[in-house]
């Protein structure tokens, strides 16, 4: 079986090529290939195949890419004589940067995946309710800071070196590899050397840094070694939170955690039918919305009140997850300029991230918002003073494409509206709690936003906030509680 002959057919809906890329990585896994490559490093590391398994399937759904249906190249087998090499330096790199240490730490709570300043403020919140915290981080800035654990490229790490351990990883093992590569016609060091790099990385961690529990913020970078070896160490369990909703065909697959701490009481649900390992689904809110909106000063009277205020997703080809998926997300942009046109006293403004400015010089973007009223903001209008999220509590009403924030404020009593033309976008197929706001036709969306307008003031009760997102205004003390309780 050759990964990279492989290919979705994208004429397909996004829900039935998400069972079929399930379906295939359970196949490709079974191979006798696969099997024989993942008993030699389950004998090496002392680490159950099962577990092997699930971490492969995190590695090959990162490197499928969704615009073109299929594999990256780096599965080609031609690629595995340059990817040898690549193998033996890790070692190299990884023996040359070692660093004994026998000091054990013991905390209360270890948060890892840090690799943004925004990250790092909102969990660090958390030195509130745990009186230790380890704050595992790749930025620099945060190296020698008391809590604080840089990790550097996969140096200092802390391992055992001899002969048996050169013998395996320079000459045994890579052969082996190569071997099975050659044999497959699919290049298989990238999988190993990604088991490799978490096996070695995580056992120097939790060998020398302990917790009963273990956090994460994004579950899309969830990985059952780095949990197996947790546990290993002492751990008792992992939690991840949602950031984000689970999108079919994308990232939201194959998700392990013990615990996973969702937005609202039905947010997770793509997310358990992608092959996901979760015991336990436990609501508790949104981290974002607390740290943007509740834990700042209420000082967001110099913001407009929009009467519609379309949502902007961050869009890239990971997104991409039908064959009409770029062409219907235009459609939306020209809705907006016919209502505009059609009610031209409307203050209607599209919100997107200062970052994503770029996206919308997208020339179908352009010709759909020409010659409207339509405003296009960033936040720069008043100095960046201004979040999404104070705009949006402050609009009267709220539309958006494919984004969070949607569910967000749908948990907090504002409606927002979930633009599908024609049912097309397969994103969220099925996901039930969006059918009486999702809107597939332009009639129905002008009627919706205008009652939405001329009754902004009325709130309305004709559903389960819950379902979407709890009141997030204590959420870190929810997050502290469920993990002290688990």
């Not at 919305?289 to 009467?307: G, K, R, V």
């Not at 997104?319 to 006293?345: E, G, Q």
Request: hydrophobic content about 35%.
């Amino acid at each position: 079986m050759v990964i990279n002959s492989f290919r979705l057919d994208k004429k397909f809906d996004a829900k039935k090529n998400s069972e079929l890329l399930i379906k295939f990585t359970n196949k490709f896994l079974s191979t006798q290939h696969m099997t024989t490559n993942l008993k030699i490093i389950s004998d090496k590391i002392n680490i159950p195949n099962n577990i092997l398994q699930r971490e492969c399937k995190h590695y090959l759904q990162y490197n499928f890419d969704n615009k073109t249906g299929k594999y990256n190249s780096s599965f080609l087998y031609l690629n595995a004589i340059k990817d040898f090499f690549r193998f033996i330096f890790f070692f190299i790199w990884i023996i040359f940067f070692s660093k004994k240490n026998n000091t054990e730490k013991v905390y209360d709570l270890i948060v890892d995946d840090l690799d943004h300043e925004n990250s790092i403020k909102t969990f660090k919140e958390l030195d509130k309710y745990f009186s230790q915290v380890l704050l595992i981080t790749t930025l620099k800035k945060f190296d020698k800071k008391n809590n604080f654990l840089f990790v550097d490229k996969y140096k200092n790490l802390n391992f055992k070196i001899g002969f048996k351990f050169c013998y395996d990883y320079f000459l045994y093992i890579p052969l082996k590899i190569l071997y099975l590569s050659l044999k497959s016609q699919n290049n298989l060091f990238g999988i190993n050397l990604h088991i490799f790099r978490i096996y070695f990385k995580y056992s120097s961690i939790f060998k020398n840094n302990k917790s009963k529990y273990l956090l994460q913020e994004r579950y899309y970078r969830s990985s059952s070694l780095k949990n197996y070896l947790f546990k290993y160490y002492g751990g008792k369990n992992t939690f991840i939170t949602q950031r984000v909703l689970g999108i079919y065909s994308s990232f939201g697959m194959f998700v392990n955690c013990d615990y996973f701490l969702s937005l609202g009481k039905k947010t997770a649900d793509i997310i358990c039918n992608q092959d996901s390992e979760i015991k336990k689904i436990t609501p508790i809110g949104s981290l974002s919305i607390y740290q943007n909106y509740f834990n700042l000063p209420n000082n967001s009277d110099e913001i407009p009140s929009y009467d519609l205020l379309d949502l902007e997703s961050r869009m890239a080809n990971f997104n991409d997850v039908y064959d009409t998926f770029w062409n219907d997300w235009y459609i939306k942009f020209s809705w907006l300029a016919k209502l505009s046109a059609h009610n031209p006293n409307l203050n209607i403004a599209i919100k997107i991230r200062p970052e994503h400015k770029t996206a919308m010089e997208n020339i179908n973007i352009k010709n759909a918002l020409k010659n409207s009223n339509v405003k296009i903001i960033d936040g720069s209008e008043y100095g960046f003073k201004f979040n999404t999220y104070q705009y949006a509590f402050k609009a009267k009403s709220l539309c958006t494409w494919i984004s969070t924030l949607g569910c967000e404020m749908i948990g907090h009593g504002k409606k927002c509206f979930f633009i599908n033309p024609s049912l097309k976008n397969t994103s969220y197929k099925d996901f039930s709690i969006l059918d009486k706001f999702t809107i597939d036709n332009y009639v129905s969306f002008e009627k919706n936003i205008i009652n939405e307008i001329n009754n902004f003031d009325n709130k309305f009760k004709d559903y389960e906030k819950e379902d979407y997102c709890l009141k997030s205004n204590n959420v870190f003390q929810e997050l502290s509680n469920k993990i002290k309780v688990s």
